[in-house]
């Protein structure tokens, strides 16, 4: 007897299973607000620990224990795929990667200019504005500086038939529904043409 009810006990215990994560409010997150993970599995005995990993590629780094991760003030840098690894006594299971987003105003905008070398009147110039933003940038803004916003609303801006009077420092702004930043300001130097 004793014996048949040994082998009924062993027969229940089962590792974890159905190791699902739920995200709160969405996987969608605004940068400098908060999310909260929260793993649950079906598990006999009960789960014994929960352990939150955070994936980049081929980069994993365990980020917290227990069935609820809270991120506070999120930034760029949290973004990624996540997962949860329910632990019992008689075995584990993970969860499927979650990939979280952080939406933010456009980051490290940049003004290049094209061609780089020696620029001469009657010529021309292309500046390229860049920026890294999630969602992407979805207006750019040409300015010249000490002087009135230029036309142009695209990532490049080109000054054709080029002449003295365009020198100067120019730089743009990058904008998104997050919000916006200008770049650092690059000087165009234009030569007279010598006949």
């Not at 409010?25 to 929260?38: A, C, D, K």
């Amino acid at each position: 007897n004793l014996g048949l009810n040994v082998f009924f006990l062993n027969d229940l215990l089962d590792g974890p299973k159905n190791t699902s994560v739920s995200v709160s409010p969405s996987v969608e997150i605004t940068e400098g607000s908060s999310v909260t993970l929260t793993c649950s599995s079906d598990a006999n005995p009960p789960v014994q620990i929960y352990i939150w990993y955070k994936t980049n590629g081929a980069e994993t780094s365990m980020r917290h224990s227990g069935w609820s991760y809270r991120i506070t003030n999120i930034s760029p840098e949290d973004r990624g795929e996540y997962y949860c690894l329910a632990v019992n006594e008689v075995g584990c299971k993970r969860s499927k990667l979650v990939p979280l987003k952080v939406l933010c105003k456009p980051k490290t905008t940049s003004v290049s200019v094209s061609p780089s070398g020696e620029i001469v009147e009657g010529g021309s110039v292309t500046l390229t504005c860049s920026s890294d933003a999630n969602p992407l940038v979805d207006k750019y803004t040409w300015y010249k500086k000490n002087g009135a916003s230029l036309k142009g609303s695209e990532n490049t801006f080109l000054i054709t038939n080029i002449n003295s009077e365009d020198s100067g420092e120019y730089y743009c702004e990058a904008e998104n529904e997050y919000g916006g930043l200008n770049s650092s300001t690059i000087y165009v130097d234009v030569q007279c043409k010598y006949t």
